[in-house]
Structure formats: C-alpha cells, structure tokens
C-alpha cells in the first residue's frame, strides 16, 4: 500500500501560547489536507518571557504533529542590529525545528507556506537547503489596493522572491489573486477558498420575533470593514423601522470610539457591543441572529460571511471582493460598498422579508463549496500535480 505524502505546514499567523486564536484559519487548512496526507506543522514566534534561546512545543492531535519553536524576542534599539539579529535568530529556529520535526515524522514532500511574509524567510531558506518544493496558500488583505501594507523595499524584494520560487500560489480568491498579480507576483496560481467548519457553524431554533436582529462579527478595523458606516445606516433604518436590534462582536482600539458614535447618533440602546468572543458564542450570536451586516471596504474572503451561510443564515453586504461578490438573492442583498443609504434601505427592506429566505439551501452554498472535505479535495490536486511534475523533472535530470 502506497504511503501517504507528508506535507509540512509553515504559517507566518498561526495558534500559539501567545495568541490562541492567531491564524485558527491556517489550522483549519492543515486539518483539511490531513484528510488526504500526513500533516506536519512547523510554527516559528517569538517570546519576550523566555530565559533560555529557544524552547520547543509539541502538540500530537489526530493525524497532525505539530511543534512551535518560541525563541527569545530581539530588544535592539538599533533598527539595522536588530534586523540582522531577529533574522539570524528565526533562520536558527526555523533549523531547529525542521531538524526536530523530521526525526519524529520524517523527511516531508512538500512545504505549505500560508501567508507569505514574514515566514517566508524560512521557508525560502529550507527549501533551498534541503532540496524541497513548496506552494503558498496567502490570504492577506495587504495587497489590496485599498489597504495598502504591501510597501517598503525589503517586503516586495523578499515577497516576489519568494513567490517566484513557490510551485503554486493559491489564493483564497479571485479577487486576491488580481490583487496579488497587480503588484507583479507572478506564478501558477490556484484559488483555493478558506475552510468552513460546518460540523460547528451549525443551524440552531430560533424563536420568532417582531424584532429583526442583525449580527455584526469583525475585528472593528474601522478601515478594512466600515463599522461606522454600518452604525450610522442602521440609525438611519431605525427612523422608520425602530423593531431593529444590531450586536456588534468583536474588539480592538477603535471600539471605544465606535461605542460613542452610537451614543452621538442615540441608538446606543439599540445596539449591544458584545467584544471578542469563543467560536461556541459567535455561534450561538449568529444562530440568535436573523442575518449578518458586513459592509466592508475590502474583503479577500470573508469567513464571517461563510460561518453565517453554514448556520443557514442570509447576509446584507457591500459587494467588497472575496465572498461578498458571490452573494445572490437567494442568499441575502448585495450594496454597494461605502452606500450607507442602500445599506439602510436594505437593513429596512430585509426586516420585512426576512421569511423569504431557506435556510437548508443557503446551508447547501456552503457545504459544496467550502467544506473541509471539498478544500482537501483540491489542496490534494494542487499537492499531486506539484509533486508528479517535480518526481518527473527528477528522473529527467537523472537521466541527462
């Protein structure tokens, strides 16, 4: 019986001490590919606390070993010194943890880097040393346009190196993918979406109301998903439908301020600020909800927008790029982005229709798209073709 492949995940954002939530999406995209290969994971950070370089982290969890390597974070006020040390010390951990990893697990066929930078920097390195090949999975709202992160010398000199040496890019859409191309990152490009749990963004009753609550999940980033804009349209809509609830989950610096526009424009009693919460509340708070509000700016997927769909819900959103652009009819409304005055009418038209909508198809949208077993289904593709193609130009060179 023919062995499974082994592929290494390296992700720049991943789960870790530090931040337990950091990069979760990445996890999901590893415990995917596991479905069809054996899955490891190596995981680079640092950490201010340690007293010693470097200290290792194991985690065994079904068919994936996972091992984070923290070593000790630079405080050099010299900003070239603490470059070149902050370098040296991640290719360092980057070693270690590959040496380590492969005495456990074995040798891998492929490296996953998800999100380029700043792992790249050791991806890039272990390929090269150990003759391997490696695809990249990226997600990051940076090369939007309307963003504008991707800049500096040394990041688009690192980020098109490296990308120019990964076998496929694979983007979580199509809208990322122009984004990405537009910066000049060339490649064989593949769109491969985000996972969706649907084993846990699950339908659940919901008692009828003459209320119509709508649910707003996001990190509040004023910029990216235009919360004050939903704020100030939902006040609008109250004026001549006020059987309007909207709760906001999530937080950041800019709640505090988003708390006081509320409160200017007094619907702040109208609208809840729930903060961050555990997947289980989100949820439930999606389950409470009658559909989720997402009125974005940007978006390069938009799990919130997924999770809804997986618990049978419609959405109201701006056609923002990512999975807002697939939004039909049958799934919610679709505005413009920045309109407050289409969100609003929205916001009052869907009130009165909010029965229209069935739940077990919207359900469905998700399922035969999003899954774990459809995104390992083409993680698997893209892994084969990378891997036939490399063992062939193998045997090529053997023979020349």
């Known amino acids: 019986m023919e062995s499974k492949k082994h592929i290494l995940f390296i992700s720049s954002w991943y789960p870790n001490r530090n931040k337990p939530t950091h990069g979760i999406f ?5 415990e995917a590919a596991a479905l069809h290969s054996r899955v490891s994971v190596l995981h680079v950070c640092s950490d201010e606390s340690l007293l010693s370089d470097t200290e290792l982290s194991w985690q065994e969890d079904g068919q994936i070993t996972t091992l984070v390597v923290y070593y000790k974070k630079i405080t050099s006020s010299l ?4 470059q070149w ?3 040296k010390s991640v290719i360092a951990a980057f070693e270690l943890g590959y040496e380590k990893l492969i005495e456990k697990a074995g040798r891998p066929d492929l490296i996953q880097l998800n999100v380029i930078m700043p792992a790249g920097i050791g991806v890039l390195h272990l390929a090269k040393k150990y003759g391997l090949p490696f695809v990249i999975n990226e997600a990051w709202t940076g090369y939007c346009p309307e963003d504008g992160s ?7 000199y690192m980020t098109q190196k490296i990308a120019a040496q990964a076998k496929a890019i694979m983007p979580v859409s199509e809208f990322l993918k122009q984004a990405m191309l537009s910066h000049g990152l060339n490649g064989y490009y593949v769109v491969v979406p985000n996972v969706v749990d649907i084993h846990v963004f699950v339908p659940q009753p919901k008692p009828e109301s003459a209320i119509t609550n709508y649910l707003h999940v996001s990190t509040l980033d004023d910029v990216q998903k235009n919360v004050s804009g939903t704020i100030r349209a939902f006040a609008a809509a109250l004026k001549s439908e006020p059987r309007l609830q909207l709760t906001i989950v999530g937080d950041g ?3 505090n301020g988003l708390e006081q526009l509320a409160k200017e424009l007094q619907v ?3 609208i809840v600020f729930k903060g961050r919460l555990t997947t289980a509340e989100i ?3 999606i389950n409470r909800a009658d559909a989720m509000v997402l009125f974005s700016n940007y978006e390069t997927f938009s799990l919130a927008v997924a999770e809804t769909f997986a618990c049978g819900k419609p959405v109201i959103v701006s056609r923002a790029g990512g999975l807002t652009d697939l939004v039909t009819p049958d799934l919610g409304i679709s505005i413009e982005k920045r ?6 009418e929205a916001l009052v038209h869907f009130s009165k229709n909010k029965s229209h909508y069935d739940p077990a198809h919207i359900r469905q949208f998700v399922t035969d798209r999003f899954s774990k077993e459809k995104i390992a289904e083409q993680l698997n593709a893209v892994y084969e073709e990378i891997l036939t193609v490399d063992k062939t130009m193998h045997t090529i060179k053997e023979k020349a």
């Open 150 to 156: 991707y800049k500096g010398l040394l990041q688009r």
């Open 79 to 82: 900003p070239l010194v603490s």
């Open 283 to 285: 949820v439930s708070e």
């Open 339 to 344: 309109h407050e005055d289409q969100l609003s």
């Open 85 to 87: 040390q902050k370098r």
């Open 26 to 30: 990445n996890r999901c995209f590893a």
């Open 253 to 255: 610096p800019e709640r």
């Open 268 to 270: 702040h009693e109208k």
